[in-house]
């Protein structure tokens, strides 16, 4: 069966640079969430979409922006990157709202490194 | 503040036992409880998800055991087995009281050792 299909898979960028993560939903999926997970710590919700619009809004820096476009696929913008940022970033997507039946599935995420 | 505690933090069991994972919330709004599983380098795959109106869920060798008046859940694996060494992780969302897409809020993790 199809998964999430994140681009790229590593990414390494320096200090004070952008960054685009790109996030192709499972066919069908309509709502996309993205998360960060930093070194041996646990997925920190950053922000969902449904529909193309903004469904819920976690711990996403001011930094950072996000978008779903009419195909579904989002796209994480991160500008002035910090040290801080080098993380994993993992986009989930689910159909319609999530639900128990519908559940949110995880791609294998983006390494970012910033030098 | 830590919304879903998670312990312990890492546990070993030999293979054929039972490996428990317990996790407890704060949030009173939580109504979807999902265990995921990550193994290095792979994003986490769902495992086994729990509503409040069910006290156990079982699916293979993953049993999920809710307890709604402590606000605390479980996750068992019986007959462990080494592949089943992974970090598991516990979450929590308001899919039907929030009104969007919401995020899940996710516990810190139990890196489970199955030894042979």
Known sequence: AAGVIQSPRHLIKEKRETATL??????????????????????????????K??????????????????????????????????????????????????????????????? | QQQVK????????????????????????FDYFPWYQQFPGKGPALLIAIRPDVSEKKEGRFTISFNKSAKQFSLHIMDSQPGDSATYFCAASSLWSGGGADGLTFGKGTHLIIQP
Request: charged share 15%.
């Open chain 1, 22 to 51: 790109k996030c192709y939903p499972i066919p069908r999926h309509d709502t996309v969430y993205w998360y960060q997970q930093g070194p041996g710590q646990d997925p920190q919700f950053l922000i969902s979409f449904y529909e």
């Open chain 2, 6 to 29: 998670q312990s312990p933090q890492s546990l070993i069991v030999q293979k054929g036992g039972i490996s428990i994972i317990n996790c407890a919330y704060e949030n009173t709004a």
């Open chain 1, 53 to 115: 619009m903004q469904s819920d809004k976690g711990s996403i820096p001011d930094r950072f922006s996000a978008q779903q476009f009419s195909d579904y696929h989002s796209e994480l913008n991160m500008s002035s990157l910090e040290l801080g940022d080098s993380a994993l970033y993992f986009c989930a997507s689910s159909l319609g709202l999530g639900s128990a039946d519908q559940p949110q599935h995880f791609g294998d995420g983006t390494r970012l490194s910033i030098l």
